[in-house]
């Protein structure tokens, strides 16, 4: 069974959308959470690490639920430069575990 | 640019040759990770050094992929008697807490 499953999408949402990505985690060890954002043919970058009570930085929202072992990403008002894929990470021990992906393309 | 660099950025090798990357992470996390991410997949976590100590490396894919950080600084990752299979972007990552910066990676195509 994977550490992390998410769906792969494709999410297709017109400027100024509102979207929710999910994931789940399978380790009830997990002890941290994140999202990164990966550009087409880039490296990945930290998008916002996740917390229990959660988080928001500016149009972006994450949200932990550890007993279903969920995590959510929101997007509100969507931008065409948010079209990326997004990263579900969690951390086990230091060793760290991503999700395959959520692939969105926000369309003008 | 995060301050992590990759080299070389791309290798084209034929199956059964020998490969060596390299990793140059920031200067002062010490912790340096190596990941494998094929089309259409997230990363895939392969092992880790904390200094030069190698902290986990039973997710490595095979005996013939090794991977050393001999003075706790650069990291090198080889792979041995290359494979078609072994064709993928491999991703080096430092950090010093819980927050990762990725190289811009090495992509390697095995003919």
């Known amino acids: 069974r994977k550490e992390v499953e998410q769906d792969p999408g494709p999410f297709n949402v017109p400027e100024g959308a509102t979207v929710a990505f999910n994931c789940t985690y399978s380790?009830?060890?997990?002890?941290?959470f994140f999202w990164y954002r990966q550009d087409c043919r880039k490296e990945p970058k930290l998008l916002m690490s996740?917390?229990?009570s959660g988080n928001e930085d500016g149009r972006f929202t994450a949200q932990l639920n550890r007993a279903s072992q969920y995590i959510s990403l929101l997007i509100r008002d969507s931008k065409l430069s948010d079209s990326a894929t997004y990263l579900c990470?969690?951390?086990?021990?230091?060793?760290?575990?991503f999700g395959t992906g959520t692939s969105l393309t926000v369309i003008p | 640019d995060t301050g992590v660099s990759q080299d070389p950025r791309h290798k084209i090798t034929k199956r059964g040759q020998n490969v060596t990357f390299r990793c140059d992470p920031i200067?002062?996390?010490?912790?340096l990770y190596w990941y494998r991410q094929t089309l259409g997949q997230g990363p895939e976590f392969l092992t880790y050094?904390?200094?030069?100590?190698?902290?986990?490396k039973s997710r490595l894919l095979s005996d013939r992929f090794s991977a050393e950080r001999p003075k706790g600084s650069f990291s090198t990752l080889e792979i041995q008697r290359t494979e078609q299979g072994d064709s993928a972007m491999y991703l080096c990552?430092?950090?010093?807490?819980?927050?990762?910066?990725f190289g811009p990676g090495t992509r390697l195509l095995v003919l």
């Open positions: 990470v969690v951390n086990i021990g230091n060793q760290f575990y």
């Open positions: 380790n009830s060890a997990s002890q941290s």
């Open positions: 996740v917390y229990s």
């Open positions: 200067s002062e996390h010490n912790r």
């Open positions: 050094f904390q200094n030069e100590a190698q902290l986990e």
């Open positions: 990552a430092s950090a010093s807490q819980e927050t990762q910066y």
